[in-house]
């Protein structure tokens, strides 16, 4: 995603993995102008809805934070928060397993790196816009030209078995959609270098799906305990358990703006609350 001016312009790279294009947005009070590089206008909006999940009846989110003190405040103070997509399952893959154990930046370097290494850019009106490397051009990178940017060895072989999968047609965002979340999980799960937390993030951006609580992130489990939820030392599944029981259906909204209000406070520098 780039900003080529201050401003509320952005343009985003977006589509299928081999034949991306440029998505244009210009934001404004109540309205939007969505200019695309490649596509014609009814699927630049149908683009723009998914990038955002603008589909999203984000409103039954609110009812559910209505009941429900940790997030009440959080929904007030960033009300519109909407789950940011990637353009494909794929793409939430290769951004999910190499931020594997990783500090966001150090994982940005390596992308940018991968981007230089494979000169995956597209460029309009002057502008130069990174996009994911296709999956052919990962694959001619090879091992040794993927741990020269910087992955190791481990998810240098996950990223081209990644590749050549997503070139078989495995990773359909469709199917993923319509799966249960243990079911969509768990195929995932068989694929190379992809555990849980990779799997349901992937799902999370990459398919949109709302029913995804990450109980094992540890920026989720730091949240929970700090705002006196679930305390970070208990199971994995206690985290899950409290995410199903005050957000069914609505799990993935409740890990983003978890996300948001711990990143929020400690930006500010404030405590957590008093214990009770």
């Known amino acids: 995603m780039v900003f080529p001016a201050d401003g509320p312009r952005l343009l985003r790279a977006w589509g299928p993995p081999e034949r991306p294009v440029v998505i244009g947005v210009d934001g404004g009070p109540g ?28 409103e039954s989110f609110y009812r559910q934070a209505r009941n429900e003190p940790l997030l009440g405040g959080a929904v ?23 931020g594997q154990q990783l500090s966001v930046a ?17 460029e309009v009106e002057g502008v130069e816009v990174p996009r994911l490397p296709a999956p052919s051009e990962i694959l001619a990178l090879g091992e040794p030209g993927l741990r020269g940017v910087g992955a190791s060895g481990a998810k240098a072989r996950s990223l081209r078995a990644l ?3 997503e070139q078989a047609g495995a990773f359909d965002g469709k199917r993923f959609r319509r799966a249960s979340v243990e079911s969509a999980v768990a195929q995932l799960d068989r694929e190379p270098g992809v ?28 949240a929970l305990d700090r705002f006196g939820a679930v305390e970070r030392s208990a199971p994995e599944s206690e985290a899950r ?27 500010l520098g404030r405590r957590p609350p008093a214990a009770t």
């Not at 994982?107 to 981007?115: D, E, G, S």
């Open 31 to 58: 309205r939007w102008r969505v200019t695309a590089w490649g596509l014609g206008p009814s699927e630049a909006w149908a683009a723009v809805r998914s990038m955002f999940s603008l589909d999203h009846p984000i």
């Open 76 to 98: 007030r103070a960033f009300r519109g928060l909407r789950l940011p997509r990637d353009p494909s399952l794929y793409e939430a893959l290769v951004h999910a397993v190499l």
């Open 106 to 122: 150090a994982a940005n370097t390596i992308k940018r790196r991968l981007i230089g290494a494979t000169g995956a850019i597209l």
């Open 163 to 165: 590749s050549a999968r």
């Open 195 to 222: 555990g849980r937390w990779t799997a349901e993030n992937a799902l999370l951006r990459g398919v949109g799906r709302r029913d995804l609580f990450v109980a094992g992130d540890l920026g989720l489990r730091v």
């Open 241 to 267: 358990a409290w995410g199903e029981r005050h957000y069914p259906g609505w799990g993935s909204y409740a890990t983003l703006y978890l996300w948001r209000r711990l990143v929020t406070e400690l930006s």
